[in-house]
């Protein structure tokens, strides 16, 4: 039952899907936290400009207000403006790119998250696909179960467990059909000897392969 759970074609998709979200996710906690630094960043950048502005400010009305009475003082002053304004202009240019970065990050964050949803949507539909096929399983084994159950108590006990132990040693297959002179459950060729031996068996005698040691079935296509 476990062998056909894994092998059950939503079971591997679940598995693909639930790969991808937790790329994803990864993806969207590093872009979170790339935004959360630009964020940092472009309210650092606000904050040096704030003050250059203020210092420009002041200068201006000082200049413009004619309070410098000293010529050469006031030349220093019209120097540091001019100079305030070039720092300005840079930290502007710094800040512009930061918030251009900033709002880049901020679409990146968006996109992961919408591929995110879409992913978790399709998650929650495969497993219900993947549940429902699993009920359909374990019913199907409870039928067979049942009705080998049934066919059982018709058989030699002694029979049913030898079949039992040889199943339990041959990854649950106890019985192969014997086809074209083939144990089916090896996939072995039976040699001319063993052949000649099932040929003149008996139609009641339990008959092994000498290979894997199943539990042969005869059948009309035996080549025997």
């Known amino acids: 039952m476990q062998h056909r759970r894994k ?4 079971q591997a ?10 790329e994803i996710n990864e993806d969207l906690v590093a872009a979170r936290t790339r935004s959360a630094d630009l964020e940092l960043e472009q309210a650092k950048a606000e904050s040096d400009l704030a003050p250059v502005r203020e210092r420009k400010a002041r200068n201006e009305k000082r200049i413009a207000d004619g309070s410098v009475a000293d010529p050469k003082a006031l030349s220093t002053m019209i120097e540091e ?9 840079d930290l ?3 800040e512009l790119e930061v918030m251009q970065a900033a ?3 901020a679409a990146t964050c968006t996109t992961l998250q919408t591929s995110a949803d879409e992913i978790a949507g399709q998650l929650t539909e495969v497993k219900q696909r993947r549940d429902q096929a699993v009920r359909a399983i374990d019913a199907d084994i409870a039928d067979r179960n049942t009705r ?4 059982a108590a018709e058989l030699p006990e002694a029979l049913v467990n030898l ?10 297959i106890g019985a192969a059909g014997l086809v074209r002179r083939r144990c089916t459950g090896c996939q072995l060729d039976v040699n001319a000897a063993d052949l000649r031996s099932y040929a003149a068996a008996p139609a009641d005698e339990v008959l092994r392969c000498e290979e894997c040691g ?3 079935v005869r059948t009309e296509d035996s080549g025997i």
């Not at 998709?13 to 639930?18: D, Y």
């Not at 403006?81 to 202009?89: A, F």
């Open 7 to 10: 092998n059950l074609p939503e």
């Open 13 to 22: 998709e679940f598995l693909s899907l639930r790969g991808r979200h937790e």
């Open 81 to 89: 403006v001019e100079h305030l304004t070039r720092r300005i202009s």
């Open 92 to 94: 502007e240019d710094a």
């Open 103 to 105: 709002e880049e990050s």
């Open 148 to 151: 080998r159950g049934s066919i």
């Open 163 to 172: 079949y039992d132990r040889v199943r339990a040693s041959h990854s649950g």
């Open 214 to 216: 199943r539990i042969l």
